[in-house]
């Protein structure tokens, strides 16, 4: 069973707002909703993540919905090297070793 | 300063032989982890490993082993390569496992079995 439904792809224009949506309708009370993103050829690169509230660091922002189904990843100005496949992944509870990927969304910036 | 590093970046070798992907963490981090990323790039946890426990993901073969001499090293040993391991690897850490802990990953080891 997928724990995560994200759209396969998405495309954004550069210097415009990137929002990629992900499901997560089974997350349990004590799993964070991370984010993840992996650039070719490189290791997945951590980018945020959050429980309840509405979470922003220098990368992106997260927005959750109250009922925390499901949640967005906004990279407020999509630059070319923002191209990857993003990944949301809930996580977390104490000794959750298992950090799942998923397809995840393969975001092209478009210049 | 690279904070989660492997070595090699490349490995190329013949099936049956035995190698070693070493990896090591500047970060201070209780726990690491290995993943494997096949041709159809789905990644997948192998190893998970801390100074209490090694928790092994119930379909990586026996062949694959994780060995710690020390908090800021998990090096992957395999025995008799098959054709089927070809992939990249990545390295991972984190404090200990839990809901506040991202994972910081290595840039993987490319492993091609010939």
């Known amino acids: 069973d997928a724990k995560t439904t994200q759209p396969p792809s998405m495309d954004c224009a550069e210097g415009r707002a990137a929002n990629l949506p992900c499901n997560h309708s089974t997350i349990s009370g004590n799993e964070y909703v991370y984010w993840y993103r992996q650039i070719h050829s490189q290791g997945p690169q951590y980018i945020i993540h959050g429980l309840k509230n509405n979470e922003t660091n220098e990368m992106a922002s997260l927005i959750i919905t109250e009922d925390r189904k499901s949640s967005t990843l906004i990279l407020p100005h999509a630059t070319l090297r923002d191209t990857a496949v993003y990944y949301c992944?809930?996580?977390?509870?104490?000794?959750?070793?298992?950090?799942?990927f998923g397809k995840g969304t393969k975001l092209s910036v478009i210049p | 300063d690279t904070a989660v590093s492997q070595t090699p970046k490349y490995l190329v070798t013949q099936m049956g032989n035995d190698k070693s992907i070493k990896c090591e963490q500047n970060?201070?981090?209780?726990?690491m982890y290995w993943y494997k990323q096949d041709s159809k790039k789905f990644l997948k946890i192998m190893f998970s490993y801390n100074n209490k426990e090694l928790i092994i993901n119930e379909t990586v073969p026996n062949r694959f082993s994780p060995k710690s001499p020390d908090k800021a090293h998990l090096n992957l040993h395999i025995n008799s390569l098959e054709l089927g391991d070809s992939a990249v690897y990545f390295c991972?850490?984190?404090?200990?496992?839990?809901?506040?802990?991202?994972?910081?990953f290595g840039n993987g080891t490319r492993l091609t079995v010939t």
């Open positions: 991972a850490s984190s404090q200990e496992g839990g809901y506040n802990s991202p994972l910081h």
């Open positions: 992944i809930p996580y977390g509870g104490a000794g959750s070793y298992q950090l799942t």
């Open positions: 970060l201070g981090h209780d726990t």
